[in-house]
């Protein structure tokens, strides 16, 4: 079984800060780890993704996460935030289940707001 | 290269009534999962297609069926509908069932009143 923990609803910051968006999982084997972005009315686009690589894993438009084992977590950051920012991110998770294929599960989301 | 799609982007239904959506997958995958995203929360799974078999499922009444067409394409079916069951429906394609990466359409919002 596979959960995902996303603190915060809501995160608001002000354009140029740093942006931390908070995830926590839960596998009882080795994970993938994804952040998809949402704008309003659209699907989910891809930002980035662990795949038991690289830790650090750097994505589109300036993001990247850090996966970090010890915590169970998979925090995604971007140092300095831009009003198109401005979404609803989430964190998901998907390992091999024995059943013959997989699936994401994914956490709540975050709504970002990017104060001018 | 044309991404996943799907159609229509919007419906309303009535309660009672059946719906079918439909998706077809980016180019060169096989593979199609159908999420539903409820208002204010996270996609959750609802079953995977693969050489037009449904794979896996998550926790879904049986109202809630599906198929893949032999060009990949498939369709999600919903009867005897429910408020309930007013949300966002995505469709995701990947290339096999062992591939991590999905790929999202951009959803059909579907309204029952």
């Known amino acids: 079984a596979q959960s995902v923990t996303q603190l915060g609803s809501h995160v608001s910051v002000s354009e140029g800060a740093l942006v931390l968006l908070r995830c926590n999982y839960s596998?009882?084997?080795?994970?993938?780890l994804f952040w998809y972005v949402q704008y309003p009315n659209q699907g989910l686009q891809l930002l980035l993704k662990?795949?038991?690589?690289?830790?650090l894993v750097k994505g589109i438009n300036g993001f990247e996460a850090e996966f970090k084992k010890s915590e169970t977590s998979f925090h995604l950051t971007k140092p300095s935030a831009h009003m198109s920012d401005a979404a609803e991110y989430f964190c998901?998770?998907?390992?091999?289940?024995?059943?013959?294929?997989?699936?994401?599960?994914f956490g709540k989301g975050t709504k970002l707001s990017v104060i001018p | 290269d044309a991404g996943v799609t799907q159609s229509p982007t919007h419906l309303i239904k009535t309660r009672g009534q059946q719906v079918t959506l439909r998706c077809s997958p980016k180019s060169g995958h096989d593979t199609v999962s159908w999420y539903q995203q409820a208002l204010g929360q996270g996609p959750q799974f609802i079953f995977q297609y693969y050489e037009e078999e449904e794979r896996q499922r998550g926790n879904f009444p049986d109202r809630f069926s599906g198929h893949q067409f032999p060009n990949y394409s498939s369709e999600l079916n919903v009867n005897a509908l429910l408020l309930g069951d007013s949300a966002l429906y995505l469709c995701?394609?990947?290339?096999?069932?062992?591939?991590?990466?999905?790929?999202f359409g951009q959803g059909t919002r579907l309204t029952v009143v």
């Open positions: 998901a998770v998907t390992a091999y289940s024995g059943a013959g294929s997989y699936q994401l599960t």
């Open positions: 662990y795949t038991s690589a690289a830790t």
């Open positions: 995701a394609s990947s290339l096999g069932t062992y591939n991590t990466e999905a790929f």
């Open positions: 596998s009882s084997v080795p994970p993938y």
